[in-house]
């Protein structure tokens, strides 16, 4: 029998990786309040990264220009001191509040919260892959076949020396394929699009074609038919279709899908929070939701007034942080404390031993 997943208690949840849930935890945390961040996709960056990766970003106060890529790495990088908990690749399903005011809150995979607050960052709603529906492929999904899986070094090291073949056409498959075809000792990537066009920022392509002439990307304009598994439940073939009907097969060891992303709102909708157009209703002084401790951000949030920009949800976020640390922790009420004065606030970060 398996152990049973951890319980993991802390101040602060927050639900969504985004932009927006990134700077929520850094406003909670810059307040003293623990917290631990989940996200359905594999990496942290919401849409920012699997959007709009690199493309410029130029309303961002004080930044001139960034890529959506640049922009979460600044906001990790800012978050890093405070050391939040991090649960990428779960989605929650199940939320409910206790007779003492916290929240027991749990994962599809098995990772419990108790929690003393609970944030939804969610964007539009927990981004989902779209996924293949080709026989064969039955019991090979995180082993096998892999949607939209991290860019860090890591991720892409698990695919060193294997037969990949990347299927999609725009910029979050050609950035994968490239990112794999330019290892040292890579087998040439199999690259597959429906057709021989391609959408992504001029830079990339350039990579793409580079890549191809050289023989490090091979590319099929065509779509997967069908897969094979070994008795052990390897992938060893898939057959694709070419633009003429004829069928070819490849030998590979791991496929990777980036067919493009779809936000489901999923289990939020079913908490029994206010809602207005499937989005999340909320008190704009406090940015609570119809339910006591259960605050929301960004996206996913409606009140009257309300700009879907990035650099309003910071505002909400903010907002929202400074009230929960006030029914958290009412003891610590006081005068604000700014970061450019405050000792504590600069040791929290690192600043000041």
């Known amino acids: 029998m398996p152990p049973a997943a951890p319980t993991f208690r802390t101040d602060a949840l927050v639900i969504g990786a985004g932009p927006v849930g990134l700077f929520q935890a850094f406003q909670l945390g810059l307040l003293g309040l623990s917290v631990q961040i989940v996200d359905a996709l594999p990496q942290a960056g919401g849409q920012c990264v699997e959007l709009y990766a690199d493309k410029p970003i130029l309303d961002i106060p004080g930044l001139v220009e960034c890529s959506g890529r640049e922009l979460i790495e600044r906001l990790l990088a800012q978050l890093a001191p405070l050391a939040p908990g991090w649960h990428l690749g779960q989605e929650v399903t199940r939320l ?11 994962c599809a995979a098995g990772t419990a919260f108790d929690a003393g607050a609970v944030f939804v960052c969610a964007g539009v709603g927990a981004f989902q892959p779209r996924r293949l529906k080709v026989p064969g492929l039955d019991g090979l999904e995180g082993r096998h076949l892999h949607y939209h899986p991290g860019t860090d070094a890591a991720t892409l090291a698990r695919f060193a020396g294997r037969r ?6 725009d910029e979050a498959a050609l950035s994968r394929a490239a990112a794999l075809a330019e290892r040292d000792g890579q087998p040439p990537v199999q690259l597959m699009h ?22 490090r990307i091979v590319f099929h304009a065509a779509q997967l038919a069908a897969a094979r598994q070994d008795a052990a439940g390897r992938l060893l073939q898939v057959d694709i279709t070419q633009p003429d009907g004829s069928l070819c097969t490849l030998d590979l ?44 951000a960004g996206d996913i ?53």
């Open 194 to 215: 429906r057709r021989d066009v391609l959408q992504a920022e001029a830079p990339l392509l350039a990579r793409i074609d580079a890549l191809r002439q050289t023989g």
């Open 301 to 353: 949030v409606s009140y009257p007034g309300k700009k879907k920009l990035i650099l309003c949800g910071f505002h909400e976020a903010t907002l929202a942080a400074h009230a929960a640390h006030e029914r958290l922790r009412p003891d610590e009420r006081g005068p604000l404390l700014y970061t450019s004065s405050s000792t504590l606030l600069q040791q929290r970060l690192g600043r000041r031993t």
């Open 164 to 169: 990949v073949l990347v299927i999609g056409g």
């Open 96 to 106: 409910t509040r206790r007779d003492d005011g916290r929240f027991d809150v749990a």
């Open 253 to 296: 060891d791991a496929l990777i899908v980036c067919l493009g992303l779809s936000p489901r709102l999923g289990p939020i909708a079913d908490w029994g929070l206010a809602m207005e157009r499937k989005l999340l209703s909320v008190d704009p002084a406090t940015f609570e939701t119809s339910q006591p401790g259960i605050h929301a």
